[in-house]
C-alpha cells in the first residue's frame, strides 16, 4: 500500500523531524532503487529509502508501529548499522 497523506499526515511529520544518519564508512554501504514511502502491511510499519527488489536494501528511514524510527543502512531486509 502507498502512503496517502490524507489518512497518515502524522508519518510524514514523524519522518520529516528525522535527522539524517551520518555513516563513517558511507562508501561500504551497497545502495539500492531509491522508492517512496511505502506502508509494510505485514509488519504494519512505514518506510522510505533505497530497495533491491522487494528487499529493504541500502539507505532508508523505518518508522515503526510504537513511534520509534530507525535511520539507518538495511541488508536484504535486515537493519545494518
Not at 528525522?18 to 532503487?33: A, I, S, T
Not at 509488519?43 to 522487494?54: A, H, K, L, S
Request: proline share 5%; charged share 25%; with cysteine.
Amino acid at each position: 500500500m502507498k502512503f496517502d497523506p490524507n489518512t497518515d499526515p502524522q508519518v510524514v511529520d514523524k519522518l520529516r523531524n528525522v535527522v539524517p544518519h551520518r555513516f563513517k564508512n558511507l562508501q561500504l554501504v551497497e545502495r539500492g532503487e531509491q522508492r517512496p514511502l511505502v506502508k509494510l502491511e505485514e509488519v504494519g510499519c512505514w518506510y522510505m529509502g533505497e530497495w533491491r527488489g522487494t528487499m529493504l536494501h541500502g539507505i532508508g528511514t523505518l518508522l515503526l508501529h510504537d513511534g520509534s524510527v530507525y535511520n539507518g543502512s538495511f541488508v536484504n531486509s535486515v537493519a545494518d548499522g
